[in-house]
């Protein structure tokens, strides 16, 4: 082995050392997986090379993700069924979401609820890290902002929830969620208290949230996101690397 490479592989070693970043032979839940964002986040932990545990309340969807995922039934509107997905889990990524205002499956029980059951199960499990997708503008004052009957207060409360949990958190607060190719177009990254309006690709917010899931100095940080063509498509690396803590 040349110096050259005894120095770089020093190098790499210390690097891991640093990190507590899941290496690769960790298993990652997606809580969500079945989603139009569950589905690309995935793809994109698979693309890495990690272990995928596809959560969903129906076997069948979870198993339709394809190989190389291992499917895992639950529902975090029953807190026990958790228990059983989060052993020997690297982390959590949720990408759940309630598809309407109240009821079983309304934006109360699963946006904040159900996230927060999912962030409790983590702790019991001795799971440290957790990102979630939020929404940029949950927590945002006004009468739509706060509205019970919208998702903004549940996900603002599950944001909270976190960021007071002592999980190694990062927080993913995207504008519009929109379905083009991930990486065309720039993607700007903000403070949560800077959101503007705007929409985002479902497949850049998957990159983002990989790419935050594999690099500790995003622990500790809520980041809003939405496309801006002003940026070159690739700039968000370095933003994300130098991201400030909340
Ligand atoms: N739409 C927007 O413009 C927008 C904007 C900002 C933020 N967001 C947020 O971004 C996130 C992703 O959105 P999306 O549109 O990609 O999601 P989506 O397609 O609506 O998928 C929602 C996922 O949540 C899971 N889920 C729902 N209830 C559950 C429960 N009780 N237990 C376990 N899993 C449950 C579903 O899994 P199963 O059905 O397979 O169980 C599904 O995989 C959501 O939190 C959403 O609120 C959306």
Not at 216 to 227: E, V
């Amino acid at each position: 082995m040349s110096r050259m490479s005894r120095a770089f592989t020093a190098w790499a070693c210390l690097l891991i050392l640093m990190t507590n970043a899941p290496t690769r032979a960790e298993t990652i839940l997606v809580a969500g997986a079945t989603g139009q964002s569950g589905k690309l986040i995935v793809a994109a932990l698979l693309r890495e090379g990690y272990t995928v545990r596809a959560m969903s309340r129906s076997a069948e969807r979870a198993a339709s993700l394809g190989e190389g995922v291992i499917p895992a039934v639950a529902d975090v509107t029953d807190p026990a069924s958790l228990a059983t997905v989060m052993e020997g889990v690297g982390a959590v990524l949720s990408a759940i979401g309630g598809r309407r205002p109240i009821g079983s499956n309304g934006f109360k029980a699963v946006d904040w609820e159900g996230n927060r059951a999912l962030i409790d199960a983590a702790k019991t499990a001795h799971v440290k890290r957790f990102l979630v997708i939020t929404a940029g503008s949950a927590g945002r004052d006004g009468f739509l902002y706060t509205l019970p009957l919208a998702p903004y207060p549940w996900k603002a409360k599950a944001e909270a929830y976190l960021q007071n949990s002592g999980l190694d958190y990062t927080i993913i607060a995207p504008g519009g969620l929109r379905d083009e190719p991930a990486g065309l177009i720039g993607v700007r990254l903000a403070p949560k208290n800077d959101y503007i309006v705007g929409p985002v690709n479902r497949s850049d917010v998957a990159e983002v949230m990989v790419a935050s899931l594999m690099d500790d100095r995003t622990i500790g940080t809520t980041m809003t996101i939405i496309n801006d063509e002003t940026l070159e498509p690739d700039a968000w690396r370095e933003t994300l690397s130098k991201f400030p803590k909340d």
